[in-house]
């Protein structure tokens, strides 16, 4: 029995599916298929129900996988203390993020990072808050980026930057003559808003006291930022954006963006991690990296 083989069987029962493991495990499929069944007849038991699609655990199974995850925790954070000790930044480090703030941060810090640290294997995910918890407190990812909400207590925020909600508006709009717009401005508004569920989405509901965006969530659901943005350009409604998007703007695309009236709505995003978490030093690095990176491309305060 190897950490290998564990590896294997608790990717097989992320995915479901032999093909989709083997490429998460970065092994090719008759390889893991192989070592599962190896494992299986060291065990004298059957783990996966192989005859179902997607493959499920047996009733067997399930308390050898939930074992397997915790042996592989445990060798995890070996490998985490080694490294903090010796100060090394050569262990793969994953960082969640949602899917509202990475297209508008990571290409600001990331190559950065790269290119100072070389030595580095940092991987990023894009993933909802609720996912991003999960594998938190499972040891799928080491950190993730999210904005401030109700329900971290339980886990470690670092401060990273705070940025506004900007209103982005079409020509011909009747907010288009407004310089900053109040929250009761948006009252009947054609508003482009995401799914419920994305707290990009919750703060802006909350913050600017928003009713559901009945008629925009009609003609288009499951949107993303970035698609409601090139509607609006094209002559139709209001969208919200974060600050840090600013930097990737050309003039007309300026022109859109209005200002809240005071007291502007904004978000405070972080770095979160377990409370048990290790890797101090490797942390700090990519923390103060995109604090460095940030700070000149956010308003004047």
Sequence with gaps: MT???LEYIVALDRYGNFAKAAFACDVTQPTLSAMIQKLEAELGLKIFDRRRQPVVVTRDGRAVIAQAREVLHQAQRLRQIV???TESLHSTFVIGVLPTIAPYLIPHF???LMNAHPEMDVRIVEMKTATMKKALVEGEIDAGIASRVDGLDNYDCHELYSERFMAYVAQGDPLEAKERIKTSDLTGAYLWLLDEGHCFRDQLVKLC??????QSKKAYSLGS???FMRIVENGKGVTFIPELALAQLNDYQRSLVHRFAMPEPRREIVMITMPHFLRHKLLKIIVDRIRS???PLLLAK
């Design 83 to 85: 490294d903090e000790e």
């Design 110 to 112: 990331f190559p950065q």
């Design 293 to 295: 990176c940030v700070a």
């Design 209 to 214: 006291s928003l009713k559901a965006a009945t």
């Design 3 to 5: 950490l290998q083989q």
């Design 225 to 227: 930022i970035e698609t």
